[in-house]
């Protein structure tokens, strides 16, 4: 049974870093995409940034946060990690970890938001205050 469990979230002043991370297990992590994904309270989910499978040398972000947060892997400790700087209120939500069902799946995979038989975390929750 594949497990995701996100950790790293809570509260910050704006400009301010936080690093996430989601700890895999229940099968070969290297062989898959791993992404982030968040939803603030009353709005929709978005994408926020993705990492390809083996050696994660395709990472994309969204626009939002281009510049100022960055997605890595370890594959020796199955885990993935959101390195999120200048922090800004507007990044206040739960922040998912997401991976595809099927192995050596591409980033664009993530866009918008995934798909239904994607793996998910249970959220950590970050609030940035202003």
């Known amino acids: 049974q594949v497990q995701l469990v996100e950790s790293g979230g809570g509260t910050v002043q704006a400009g301010g870093s936080l690093r996430l991370s989601c700890v895999a297990a229940?099968?070969?992590?290297?062989?898959?995409?791993m992404g982030w994904f968040r939803q603030a309270p009353g709005k929709e989910g978005e994408f926020v940034a993705a990492?390809?499978?083996?050696?994660?040398?395709?990472?994309e972000y969204a626009d939002s946060v281009k510049g100022r947060f960055t997605i890595s892997r370890d594959n020796a400790k199955n885990t993935v990690y959101l390195q999120m700087n200048s922090l800004e209120p507007a990044a206040t939500a739960f922040h998912y970890c997401?991976?595809?069902?099927?192995?050596?799946?591409?980033?664009?995979?993530?866009?918008?938001?995934?798909?239904?038989?994607?793996?998910w975390g249970q959220g950590t929750k970050v609030t940035v205050s202003s």
């Open positions: 229940g099968r070969t992590f290297s062989n898959y995409a």
């Open positions: 990492i390809s499978s083996r050696s994660g040398a395709y990472p």
């Open positions: 997401q991976s595809p069902e099927s192995a050596f799946a591409p980033v664009a995979t993530f866009h918008p938001i995934g798909d239904s038989s994607d793996y």
